[in-house]
């Protein structure tokens, strides 16, 4: 190899390509994308620059067009292998030949925009390209990579699933990112919420505790799976709450009686005084722990249970797992389906993150068995994103997951998921009230015990009672015994 092509691997691809880069990510904090056209606008310079000092070859042109065609193939192949998805375990490999755009990596993968790694390095490429077959005039090589562009572009439109449209909105970062709700839920609650709540469970008939006053409603947060039931609750017990939430529809706020914000982020409200009753699973040791730093106690009441549910992708031969199988899987000692009777596949095991209730539970059924630390790409951020993941299995083969049942047959039901029988035992409601399946977790309502305001336990002894029994039921949980 010629020691000038060394030259510009060593010089050129690599520091070059790092310094540039690094720039770009530190221009990113004030100027986000813009910072990518910069970034080719710095090669552009570069390239003119050794143009001016006579250093610019067809050579040094040839060399970089070469690059631009290996990655973009290259690129597209494994893209089309993992679906689109750039987080995928098997992209790992493609990062091998990038790491002069380090930079340009930890700039999607802290703001986790995956999906722009491969256009904005392209467009690099592209543009050093370009750059130097105009300044060369080599018209052969700005029609190959005008065409490059625009397959590229045709790529990104068929291939790279687009955002939803709410997420298209100037709202994209309000809440938490996700897709309904102004950010705050990854689930599509329309008809669930008490301003639109033709799907929500009703009583038929006046209930044992009407609250009358808009200042004496508790607050009311919760799991995403436990929303239709504390907002069919408010319904029923809340006067004219229809009219009370309704302009809460379009806010960034949620709600003002009833809100939601997911479990983690419930009983940071319930501990700061924002929230009255959270709903959902039990406070994890951590939660626990933040509201003693503060001198406060989180009081929980069993109002039902639910069954905490294990799932595979639907065409996994595997139908049942014993209790140790479980464990052993989500310890690490289990890594491969034959050893449980299916397919020779690799096991990607989903988790939740930390506090999340899904997460709480999986940990208390570990008890002293230690959860195996996921890789970034087997930990999913929304109660739908998990499910999304496992059923997905073109993405994903050998994924199992979990979540509670009523989100995953109810509120968000996906083709290609199958449900997993534990010990031999189906979370079917019958097996759940009678505590046969193995896996039942308590749902609650949670308040902090210092939290006296009258109409607080007054709420919680309605779920406790005939009424509120009935809208667990009808929502689909099992009341408590």
């Not at 995928?88 to 091998?96: E, Q, V």
């Not at 291939?159 to 938490?176: A, M, T, W």
């Not at 989500?330 to 389906?337: A, P, Q, R, V």
Request: charged content about 20%; proline content about 4%.
């Amino acid at each position: 190899m010629p020691k000038r092509l060394l030259k510009v691997i060593g010089l050129d691809y690599t520091l070059v390509s790092f310094a540039f880069s690094f720039l770009a990510l530190v221009l990113y904090t004030w100027i986000e994308q813009f910072a990518y056209l910069v970034l080719a606008l710095m090669f552009a310079a570069w390239i003119l620059f050794k143009h001016l000092r006579g250093r610019l070859t067809k050579e040094y042109m040839f060399f970089y067009f070469a690059i631009t065609l290996v990655f973009a193939v290259f690129s597209v192949l494994l893209l089309c292998l993992a679906n689109g998805r750039i987080d995928k375990a098997r992209m790992a490999l493609w990062f091998i030949p990038l790491y002069p755009f380090t930079p340009i990596l930890w700039i999607n993968i802290f703001g986790e925009a995956y999906e722009e790694i491969f256009p904005a390095i392209l467009a690099v490429l592209l543009t050093i390209d370009i750059t130097s077959a105009v300044l060369l005039k080599g018209k052969s090589v700005i029609v190959v990579c005008l065409v490059c562009a625009a397959l590229a572009n045709v790529y990104n439109l068929l291939y790279i699933p687009p955002l939803n449209d709410v997420l298209r909105e100037s709202d994209v970062k309000r809440g938490h990112g996700f897709a309904y709700m102004h950010g705050w839920s990854s689930t599509d609650f329309t008809g669930f919420h008490v301003y639109d709540g033709e799907k929500l469970a009703e009583l038929g008939h006046e209930p044992n505790l009407v609250i009358d006053d808009p200042d004496d409603m508790p607050v009311l947060d919760g799991a995403e799976a436990c929303y239709p039931l504390y907002c069919a609750a408010a319904k029923a017990v809340y006067k004219n709450i229809a009219v009370i939430e309704s302009p809460y529809a379009d806010s960034d706020e949620n709600g003002l009686k009833v809100t939601f914000t997911n479990t983690v982020n419930g009983y940071k409200r319930l501990i700061n005084g924002e929230a009255d009753i959270i709903f959902g699973a039990r406070p994890s040791k951590s939660q626990q722990e933040d509201a003693a730093s503060i001198g406060q106690t989180i009081d929980c009441t069993v109002i039902g249970k639910e069954a905490f549910v294990i799932f595979v992708e639907e065409d996994n031969p595997v139908s049942n797992l014993t209790i140790d199988q479980l464990k052993d899987i989500y310890s690490g000692k289990i890594t491969n389906w034959k050893e449980l009777g299916g397919k020779n596949e690799e096991i990607v095991a989903f988790q939740r993150p930390e506090n999340s209730g899904s997460q709480v539970m999986m940990e208390y059924f570990m008890g002293n068995t230690e959860l195996k630390e996921p890789v970034r790409y087997e930990m999913a951020l929304s109660m739908s994103g998990i499910v999304d993941n496992v059923s997905e299995y073109t993405n994903y083969p050998g994924a199992i997951g979990y979540s509670f049942r009523y989100f995953i047959e109810e509120l968000h039901s996906e083709s290609g998921l199958k449900i997993l029988s534990i010990n031999g035992v189906s979370p079917a409601i019958e097996n759940i009230e009678s505590g046969e399946y193995p896996l039942c977790a308590d749902l609650v309502c949670a308040k902090l015990e210092s939290n006296n305001k009258p109409y607080v336990q007054k709420m919680i002894d309605f779920m406790l009672s005939d009424d509120g029994r009935e809208l667990i039921k009808q929502t689909g949980y099992a009341p408590a015994n």
